[in-house]
């Protein structure tokens, strides 16, 4: 079966987000209060009805899985309010990537979302510009990490640095498929053994394939050449 088709919600109708972490008085609960008060007051003056606010009290920014947001995130995609309010854009996601993926997800949804620190505000066209430009800002970013990260790994390569999980198989099991190989046995043979013998993967698998066994020989050579 589809999904459900979304309701359409009052236009004027918004839920309100808070949140502070544990360092940021959650247990008086005044940043909470702050904030709150800041959603209430825009909606007065911008004649919406604030339908519901939730809160994070004491959680982290790092990451959108929290249970308040999940539950503002649900009402606005189910359309019990149209727009999600925010007082700081830090208070929904700490992460430029974090909120500008949920400022694609309130587009995809067709509803709105305001924070009211930045001026982001998809129900204006202003604020749909300035949602544009965190974007492409948020873009960028990912882009240069990726290039540092590159650039770095290449230079860790040039330097002769063995890139990857490094080897943790122990010597005893290394000379034991030496032994056998240099014995005779083929690889597909010496995978059975190991595995008949519950004998961890350097990697901590459970079950060993011919072209492991035959990269213990191989690269175990490679790296003492």
């Not at 204006?124 to 240069?144: D, H, K, N, Y």
Request: hydrophobic share 45%.
């Amino acid at each position: 079966m589809g999904r459900p088709a979304r309701t359409a919600a009052d236009p004027s109708t918004v839920v309100g987000y808070v949140r502070v972490s544990t360092d940021e008085q959650a247990v008086s609960g005044l940043g909470l209060a702050a904030q709150r008060t800041a959603i209430e007051t825009e909606c007065t003056r911008r004649g919406w009805t604030l339908v519901a606010v939730h809160e994070d009290p004491g959680v982290s920014g790092k990451t959108i899985d929290r249970p308040g947001l999940a539950a503002a995130l649900a009402d606005v995609e189910a359309g019990r309010a149209a727009g999600l309010v925010v007082s700081k854009v830090d208070r929904l996601s700490r992460s430029s990537f974090d909120f500008v993926g949920l400022l694609e997800r309130a587009q995809r949804g067709r509803w709105n979302l305001v924070a009211l620190d930045v001026n982001v505000d998809t129900t204006t066209p202003q604020g749909e510009m300035m949602a544009s430009v965190m974007a492409i800002f948020a873009q960028l970013e990912r882009r240069l990490i990726g290039q540092r990260t590159r650039d770095a790994l290449a230079a860790k390569k040039a330097q002769g640095v063995r890139l990857g999980r490094p080897q943790t198989l122990p010597a005893h099991v290394v000379e034991r498929i030496r032994a056998e190989h240099a014995g005779g046995a083929g690889w597909s043979a010496i995978a059975r053994a190991l595995n008949a013998d519950g004998v961890p993967t350097a990697h901590g698998g459970v079950r060993w394939y011919p072209a492991t066994v035959r990269y213990v020989i191989h690269g175990t050579a490679a790296r003492a050449a």
